[in-house]
């Protein structure tokens, strides 16, 4: 039986356009799941438009968002609707999420059209990483409305699903009652006649808990449901009819992307089309220019997948010299294991169409529009458009930037195909060029290109740091040391906008321990909500800031490996290692860590050295010495006159 409060109607002929409409709410200001929202008369021919995710698009992300409220006003649909992840939420403090709410009420303030919102994971999970924890989500229904509930529009009926009930659980599913809901809201609408799409933030047929087929997609054929559609995956793409229902997922307006269009990821709006003839049509813009439905399908996406994720198709092999210790330009060999996994054969190269480059490096991607034509720097109209997502994403200390002047590559140097299903090792002339002082590893921006299913060549971005040769030397005291950076080896969408720690070694007066000291920019010291000793998975991923040493010698038997959590209450250092952490507010903190290590193990010892940096959120993002993670190893050099 639904609720009371579920069978509310709530009449809205005069919606405050821009902000969430005012939905029925409980006595403590909380709106009610369930009711049904009548919207007033509208015209014959319906528009509705979708806002995509916006997540980990920072402060550049708010641009697209605010110019794709600027391009609503001037289609002018008769409602805007989310997929959710309006916020980066992820946070253990109000404060930071309520300004980020703020912060995208105050750009979808200035729509000229109804706004109805969605709740994504990022909107109503919590930092604290505790299943289940209500915070968020109570503050949703306060700032932006209920989590389901059903839109009555003049030409059609919307129905907004919640699917992230569990609040972090890892098992998706939808409850008893929001299904009761869903199955009492499929009838009402049915009985209109009119088009009936349900719109939810994570694609909800993906997950085999859901078990979408036997409790879902039954419902959506008897109630003759026209679509369904997701956010999430930050892709567009068009899924397969299912028994008369269209499947869509869309894909960012400001949220981080960071690959080339037609692998599915732009900015860009969706809008659906209903008429009082009873159909529907879904169709996506980004600025400037409309295209269809099916402009990427799910085939050609899941072959982006496959070459990106969870292993790129393109991987480093062996090491090169280290620049640092060169003294003239030095040939040398960069060699590369591919692995295609797709259907289709892959082309290996340095030089993808379509990069437009500037004297700085790649500024921005040309992408052939919907007929597949265009040339890059025409004024081509709807035959193509530059996507500024390399420009957005380069950052110096993630994606190395100012390394790349050390590493000299021949243009066509690396062009290789690679047939479907198989794997071949590439190897790539290259020039280091001698550097001085503390320098980062040399980056190679390789792509994998395919031919997808319209005959249009999708280039996949795969930025990879080689690896280099390098020896840690030990220092006889701070002034001797040097810095080393410590990096992200692997680009990833939630590192942090923060400069490279670094980290030096010494050998202590006696030589009986080895100091490590780290300086570390952050702008945000974070700790763990608790303490307890560290598993294996809080080693690779912890709640918190933290330091990682993992040290391996023949003399020592069992190697070395612990975390320690500098601002975490009730963190200590193991026995035998001492401690002292030093913070100075909004720049950074300090560690000086000091190993028991005898001599004769230094000798022949390997260490690593990760620095894990969390910023109160529900990601944390590790940073290593050396490539391979927790599996990286740079071998020790013992001073050669030890201090006295």
């Not at 709410?101 to 919590?126: C, M, Q, R």
């Not at 190269?349 to 700085?360: C, I, K, Q, S």
């Not at 620095?611 to 001073?639: C, K, M, S, V, Y």
């Amino acid at each position: 039986m639904l609720s009371a409060a579920a069978l509310i109607v709530l009449t809205l002929a005069t919606t405050s356009a821009g902000a969430p409409p005012h939905f029925q709410a409980d006595g403590n200001g909380r709106a009610t799941d369930g009711q049904v929202v009548k919207d007033g008369a509208r015209p014959r021919v319906q528009r509705i438009a979708i806002l995509p995710d916006r997540t980990t698009g920072r402060a550049w992300g708010i641009p697209y968002l605010l110019a794709a409220v600027e391009d609503l006003n001037i289609v002018r649909p008769d409602a805007v609707f989310t997929v959710g992840d309006m916020v980066q939420g992820y946070t253990r403090s109000t404060s930071l999420w309520n300004t980020e709410v703020d912060e995208y009420l105050g750009a979808v303030g200035k729509l000229s059209a109804a706004f109805y919102p969605t709740a994504g994971n990022h909107d109503v999970i919590s930092g604290t990483r505790t299943a289940g924890d209500a915070t968020f989500a109570e503050q949703y229904r306060q700032r932006f409305g209920p989590v389901w509930y059903s839109v009555e529009l003049d030409l059609a009926t919307v129905l907004v699903l919640f699917s992230d009930e569990g609040l972090g659980d890892s098992k998706m599913g939808f409850s008893d009652a929001q299904m009761t809901w869903l199955s009492g809201a499929l009838q009402s609408a049915s009985k209109r006649n009119q088009p009936i799409f349900l719109l939810m933030h994570r694609p909800m047929w993906r997950y085999p808990s859901v078990k979408w087929n036997d409790r879902v997609q039954p419902l959506l054929e008897k109630a003759g449901v026209d679509a369904v559609i997701a956010g999430h995956f930050h892709a567009l793409q068009r899924e397969a009819d299912v028994g008369g229902v269209q499947y869509h997922i869309v894909g960012t307006c400001g949220g981080m992307i960071d690959q080339h269009p037609l692998a599915g990821q732009m900015q860009h709006l969706t809008f659906v089309d209903c008429t009082s003839e009873g159909a529907l049509r879904v169709w996506h813009q980004p600025v400037g220019l409309v295209l269809p439905e099916d402009f990427v399908i799910r085939a050609d996406q899941d072959r982006v997948y496959a070459l990106r994720d969870p292993v790129p198709a393109v991987r480093t092999d062996g090491k090169l010299p280290d620049p640092s210790t060169l003294t003239a330009p030095t040939e040398a060999v960069a060699r590369f294991v591919v692995k295609n996994p797709i259907d289709v054969p892959i082309h290996v190269t340095l030089d993808p169409p379509g990069v437009l480059r500037n004297a700085n490096g790649p500024s921005a991607w040309w992408t052939a529009g919907r007929a597949g034509q265009g040339t890059p720097g025409t004024t081509g109209g709807a035959n193509g458009w530059t996507s500024h997502t390399l420009a957005d994403v380069d950052y110096a200390s993630t994606m190395a930037t100012n390394a790349r002047s050390m590493l000299r590559v021949a243009s066509g140097a690396c062009e290789h195909d690679v047939p479907a299903k198989s794997e071949v090792t590439i190897e790539v002339p290259v020039t280091l060029m001698p550097q001085s002082g503390t320098i980062l590893a040399p980056q190679l921006d390789m792509y994998a290109t395919f031919v997808d299913s319209k005959g249009r060549t999708v280039p996949i971005y795969l930025p990879t740091r080689l690896p280099i040769d390098r020896t840690v030397q030990l220092g006889t005291d701070g002034a001797s040391a040097v810095s080393l950076p410590v990096l992200a080896w692997n680009y990833s969408p939630y590192d942090t906008r923060e400069e490279n720690p670094t980290v030096q070694f010494t050998r202590s007066a006696d030589g009986k321990k080895l100091i490590i000291d780290a300086l570390v920019p952050d702008q945000l010291q974070a700790a763990a909500p608790s303490w307890s000793a560290p598993d294996a998975k809080r080693k690779n991923d912890p709640h918190a800031d933290a330091i990682r040493i993992l040290i391996e010698s023949p003399s020592l038997g069992a190697p070395i490996d612990f975390l320690v959590e500098p601002f975490t209450t009730g963190c200590t250092a193991p026995d035998g290692v001492t401690m002292k952490c030093q913070t100075s507010a909004g720049t950074g903190w300090t560690a000086h860590i000091e190993v028991p290590l005898p001599a004769s193990a230094g000798a022949m010892a390997a260490i690593q050295v990760g620095i894990a940096d969390n910023d109160d959120t529900f990601h944390t993002q590790w940073r290593w010495l050396a490539p391979a993670a927790a599996a990286g190893r740079w071998r020790l050099a013992e001073p050669a006159v030890r201090s006295k």
